[in-house]
């Protein structure tokens, strides 16, 4: 069973700056691929960024430049740094880890983008 645990959430305002971090129950190096998505109210989850471990890092177009995704091997952490924040940022993030093909999700973390 894997589990992930998001942080990092809050309320900033347009601008700011947040570090959503991603703690995981096992090495992260047995994904496949980690990534962030998020959930705005009424609209679909969405796919945010994501990082294999053998791969391109990828993003959505709408964070590119503004939101950066790393890992840290060692502490089984995935992170999300996110910059110049906006108001349509504001959504649920959740954390996603694929093994062998199963997709694991954390609880998510609200992040709330003031203007």
């Known amino acids: 069973q894997v589990q992930l645990v998001e942080s990092g959430g809050g309320l900033v305002q347009a601008g700011g700056s947040l570090t959503l971090s991603c703690a995981a129950s096992?090495?992260?190096?047995?994904?496949?691929?980690m990534g962030w998505y998020r959930q705005a109210p009424g609209k679909q989850r969405e796919l945010v960024a994501t990082?294999?471990?053998?791969?391109?890092?990828s993003y959505v177009d709408s964070v590119k430049g503004r939101f950066t995704i790393s890992r840290n091997n060692a502490k089984n952490t995935l992170y999300l740094q996110m910059n110049s924040l906006k108001p349509e940022d504001t959504a649920v993030y959740y954390c996603?880890?694929?093994?062998?093909?199963?997709?694991?999700w954390g609880q998510g973390t609200q992040v709330t983008v003031s203007s």
């Open positions: 096992r090495s992260i190096l047995s994904f496949n691929s």
């Open positions: 990082r294999p471990t053998f791969g391109t890092t």
């Open positions: 996603n880890a694929e093994l062998t093909g199963i997709y694991y």
